[in-house]
């Protein structure tokens, strides 16, 4: 059975950064896609990034040039690394990784960007 498990959420400050990590278990991240999504309490999940292979990723506009994906298959872990934080970007944090077999949901994270 296939689970990920985000970490690396906190509090920041407007404008800084931080990186987040989940970590794949129960199967190589070779095959899969990995996305990210965030989501605010009252609010419906918005996708922030994805990525199916080591050196490309998509990304929401409203992320784009602030967030970038690292995948390492070494380590069965997707890093979204997150710069230039605003307080919009306030949410809890989703791994989800994706296959023809797979749709697994991590438990989430909490980045709160505030000064």
């Known amino acids: 059975q296939v689970h990920v498990v985000e970490s690396g959420g906190g509090l920041v400050r407007p404008g800084g950064s931080l990186r987040l990590s989940c970590v794949v278990s129960?199967?190589?991240?070779?095959?899969?896609?990995m996305n990210w999504y965030r989501q605010n309490p009252g609010k419906e999940r918005e996708w922030v990034a994805s990525?199916?292979?080591?050196?490309?990723?998509n990304y929401a506009d409203s992320v784009q040039g602030r967030f970038t994906l690292l995948r390492d298959n070494v380590k069965n872990t997707v890093y979204l690394q997150m710069n230039s934080l605003k307080a919009e970007d306030t949410a809890v944090y989703y791994c989800?990784?994706?296959?023809?077999?797979?749709?697994?949901w991590g438990p989430g994270t909490q980045v709160t960007v505030s000064s």
């Open positions: 989800n990784a994706l296959r023809w077999d797979v749709n697994t």
């Open positions: 990525t199916s292979n080591p050196h490309y990723g």
């Open positions: 129960g199967t190589g991240l070779s095959d899969l896609a």
